[in-house]
């Protein structure tokens, strides 16, 4: 194994890295996929020169994945070599846990690209295989002396990733593998197998608690009766024959939400509770499912009892039309990071395609506080002042790809007196953005979250469908929706997003005359049909993602996404017409 100094190929990239941070031109040896990584680092505004190292971030400490991991990680540390370091990040690349001598000044908290540029983590969640980062290819100047090797961490039963492994080491120039790639293999495939055998615990906890709450006391044996029971876990559902007879499929739907989000926050489990529909026909006593050692809640029991006639019903809340809804992994990841940014005085910026809900968030990260909302789309000539940008009500600017010059120049000239103004504006990529308008891009590129089409999380599609319904008038039952008519709208490719799903449904409620769910024979044609598409697999949903995100990033232009993906036009044409077709 060489050193730095001794290898031409580093020489090389650390000399093409240097003109790429000068604006020079490259040499045509340079690898377009690590030319690509440059430039999304640059695009989403990482500085090259940042040194401060970071803490590992305490909000993640809860973290099931650390819980399962931390006995692996902690057995196999003390085979870490000098100058080497373990880390383990989550889905959104938090580093949730660290051992060892960090090269490259320090660990840090976030290892997503929108932070710190290129990296084998982000590589290794995005391709879903092992990966690796050598010197120059970081666009961080800390990392030029670091070899990195990570190893994606899969979730028993559904593969979906939890995370990755991080092996980090000195510079490593020689022909083969990292010297930490068996390392990392090995941590991965450790923390899978205790990641099964704790879901397999849980789900025997689960089954012991369904089991005695089924046959306790009124309800055993002895009298030869069986109590209404659903026990849940996100994953599974338990329902005994009482149950069955006793609940509707909305009633289960409610307890399944409810169980997730149970699961997903850190509200006591004392305290919580679960709203059931209105005319659900039962109530319901809930009890969480813990661990014996430590407390972690891996589920909950639900005792259904019919209603007595004149007994209260709790009903739902309905959410309110168009409120930001859904738990797929890209949602929650977006509005996550606009949760975080928008606790800051400093702008935000909210990215992505027509209708798919940048207003609605906007306003949700606000609380309650009224801003002063400008439509560019409405006029396109604000005529921008001072006095309303520096107001104490926050702006929330819409369709900032419509600005006028003068406004958008306007907005500049603030931004560099006032960068920590209070300001959230939405941008739909589109036509290439002018000079100055990209100037205001690249501004808020630090401080942007692109949310994901509607194509992109067709699980939330059920979560919506009650949002976005209107209230039945009086004496008239709730829109309901067949299996059938269900997976239509999954597969469909919503090119309006929301507003296209809610002007559906609203259709469908307002002018409906037939009784019981809908059907898929009274979809549009278009939904009804939906494309003939075979299932893509991990891989090419994973690349299909990606190119996406590309897409969006450079206002759709298809010359620079396949110059940003590192690949030639022709190959970017054959992929969208495959996972077009």
Known sequence: MTTAEESPAHLMLSQARQRFLTGHPLPADVPAETVAAWRRARFLGVRHDVRRADSVDARTAGSALLAAARPVLERLAPALGSRSALLL???????????????????????????????????????????????????????????????????????RPLGTITVAAGLCTGEGPHPGAALAEAAAAAVEAELQARSRSAERTLLDAY??????????PGDGQERAVVALDGRNRLVSEAAVRLVSPQVLESLE????????????????????PEGAGCTAEFRPVQEQVGGRVLGIVALLEPVTEGAPVRVVPRPVAGRPTGSS?????????????????????????????????????????????????????????????????????????????????ALNGLLDERPDVRLLATYTPGTPPGPCLQRLLDKLAARSVALPALRERPEDIRELLPALTPRPASGTPPLTWTLDALRALERYQW??????????????????RAAGPVGRAELPDSVREGPAARPLSPMEHAERTAILEALRRNGGNKARTAADLGIARATLYRKLREYRA
């Open 257 to 276: 939400r409810g169980a997730r989000a149970l699961l997903r926050s850190a509200v006591p489990v004392e305290s919580y509770d679960i709203a059931l």
């Open 495 to 512: 090119p309006g997003n929301l507003t296209e799903l809610a002007r559906l449904v609203r259709t469908l409620a307002e002018n409906r």
């Open 329 to 409: 992994v890209p949602w929650l990841h977006a509005v996550g990071r606009a949760t975080e940014l928008a606790r800051g005085t400093e702008p935000l910026l909210l990215t992505g395609e027509r209708g798919s809900g940048k207003t609605t968030l906007a306003r949700e990260l606000l609380n309650g506080t009224e801003p002063l909302v400008l439509d560019a789309a409405e006029s396109p000539e604000l005529c921008l002042r001072g006095s309303e940008l520096m107001g104490h009500r926050p702006l929330l600017l819409r369709h900032a790809e419509r600005l006028a010059q003068s406004d958008v120049a």
């Open 89 to 159: 990040t989550d889905d959104r690349l938090r580093v949730l846990w660290t051992a060892g001598d960090a090269p490259g000044d320090g660990f840090r908290r976030d290892l997503a690209e929108r932070e710190v540029g290129h990296n084998s983590a982000a590589l290794a969640l995005r391709t879903r295989r092992r990966a690796e980062v050598h010197g120059p290819e970081h666009f961080l100047d800390v990392w030029q002396d670091v070899s990195a090797v990570s190893v994606p961490v899969f979730a028993p039963g559904s593969g």
């Open 211 to 220: 089991t005695r709450a089924a046959h306790g006391p009124g309800g055993g």
